[in-house]
């Protein structure tokens, strides 16, 4: 949920979007989301924006901001397209269309699940062209923070868009379709990233491993990856969750930990 409401902004940075999409007649709040000082549904007389910023002066949220802003129409095929971008007041503020449908649930037997399927089918051919790297963040050096075996390292270098924050928080479902949003951390490195992370909250949401993986089975970026790389990312995932949120008391990093770590001993064949 966003720290500060619309009104909260910087006068200046509300009349720089009502310049672009004309004045705002009726905000809505957004419940979902942890990390966004701003984040809001603002209505025009024509139309609706969900804006999403943050102080320029927190590096940290600047940082991710700059990352959804260069992923742009990269990830088209999933993502709402980005409407407005404007850096006024020391504020950036991102607007996005609104997408307007329900977090998914990736429970067993949740029709969401093909829907997140069939997008992470699409995000799988989304090579990222040598002019947009700039802004996104290289997966293998993410990780290289972690200390893991240099062979593990080397087998998340790629060249696919990669959400890395896939959690149902992030994954709209309207109509029987699924939209990534909040690509914030969006990195480029090996595909199969992006679907051992559903594979993840699968399993976080009550799926068994093997059914977990079973229904990633079909997408191309797993089909095409060598057992033991898998069981690769499955060992580091595990044990750099548990290093990465040690000191985060979150439910969703306790059951997100939980599930890493099930995958992993899944994967050794002791589960
Ligand atoms: N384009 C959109 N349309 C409608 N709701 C959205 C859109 N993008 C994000 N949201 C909602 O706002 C919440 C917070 O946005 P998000 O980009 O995930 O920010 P945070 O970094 O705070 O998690 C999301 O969990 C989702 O519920
Ligand atoms: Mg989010």
Same mark, same amino acid.
């Given at each position: 949920?966003?720290?500060?409401?619309?009104?909260?902004?910087?006068?200046?940075?509300?009349?720089?979007?009502?310049?672009?999409?004309?004045?705002?007649?009726?905000?809505?709040?957004?419940?979902?989301?942890?990390?966004?000082?701003?984040?809001?549904?603002?209505?025009?007389?024509?139309?609706?924006?969900?804006?999403?910023?943050?102080?320029?002066?927190?590096?940290?949220?600047?940082?991710?901001?700059?990352?959804?802003?260069?992923?742009?129409?990269?990830?088209?095929?999933?993502?709402?397209?980005?409407?407005?971008?404007?850096?006024?007041?020391?504020?950036?503020?991102?607007?996005?269309?609104?997408?307007?449908?329900?977090?998914?649930?990736?429970?067993?037997? &949740?029709?969401?699940?093909? $829907?997140?399927?069939?997008?992470?089918?699409?995000?799988?051919? +989304? *090579? /990222?062209? %040598?002019?947009? !790297?700039?802004?996104?963040?290289?997966?293998?050096?993410?990780?290289?923070?972690?200390?893991?075996?240099?062979?593990?390292?080397?087998?998340?270098?790629?060249?696919?868009?990669?959400?890395?924050?896939?959690?149902?928080?992030?994954?709209?479902?309207?109509?029987?379709?699924?939209?990534?949003?909040?690509?914030?951390?969006?990195?480029?490195?090996?595909?199969?990233?992006?679907?051992?992370?559903?594979?993840?909250?699968?399993?976080?949401?009550?799926?068994?491993?093997?059914?977990?993986?079973?229904?990633?089975?079909?997408?191309?970026?797993?089909?095409?990856?060598?057992?033991?790389?898998?069981?690769?990312?499955?060992?580091?995932?595990? &044990?750099?969750?548990?290093? $990465?949120?040690?000191?985060?008391?979150?439910?969703?990093?306790? +059951? *997100? /930990?939980? %599930?890493?770590? !099930?995958?992993?001993?899944?994967?050794?064949?002791?589960?």
């Amino acid at each position: 949920m966003g720290h500060i409401t619309w009104e909260q902004l910087p006068a200046e940075a509300r009349a720089a979007v009502e310049k672009l999409i004309g004045p705002v007649v009726k905000v809505e709040a957004v419940r979902e989301g942890r990390r966004s000082a701003v984040a809001v549904i603002v209505h025009t007389g024509t139309g609706r924006a969900f804006i999403k910023g943050a102080p320029r002066e927190d590096a940290t949220a600047a940082a991710q901001l700059d990352r959804e802003a260069a992923v742009g129409a990269l990830a088209a095929t999933v993502a709402p397209p980005l409407v407005l971008d404007v850096t006024v007041g020391g504020w950036r503020l991102l607007g996005h269309e609104v997408v307007d449908g329900q977090r998914a649930s990736l429970s067993p037997g &949740s029709p969401d699940v093909q $829907a997140v399927v069939e997008a992470l089918a699409h995000l799988g051919s +989304v *090579t /990222v062209p %040598a002019e947009n !790297r700039g802004g996104l963040l290289w997966f293998e050096k993410r990780w290289s923070h972690y200390a893991p075996a240099a062979r593990d390292l080397a087998a998340l270098a790629g060249a696919t868009l990669l959400h890395t924050d896939l959690n149902p928080g992030n994954i709209l479902v309207a109509g029987g379709r699924a939209s990534l949003v909040d690509w914030g951390m969006a990195s480029i490195g090996a595909g199969y990233a992006n679907p051992a992370d559903l594979v993840i909250n699968l399993i976080a949401a009550g799926h068994h491993p093997r059914d977990a993986e079973a229904a990633v089975a079909g997408l191309p970026a797993w089909a095409s990856t060598a057992p033991e790389t898998l069981d690769g990312y499955a060992r580091l995932i595990a &044990s750099t969750w548990l290093y $990465a949120f040690w000191s985060i008391r979150h439910p969703w990093t306790d +059951v *997100t /930990v939980a %599930a890493a770590q !099930r995958w992993a001993l899944h994967r050794r064949g002791t589960l």
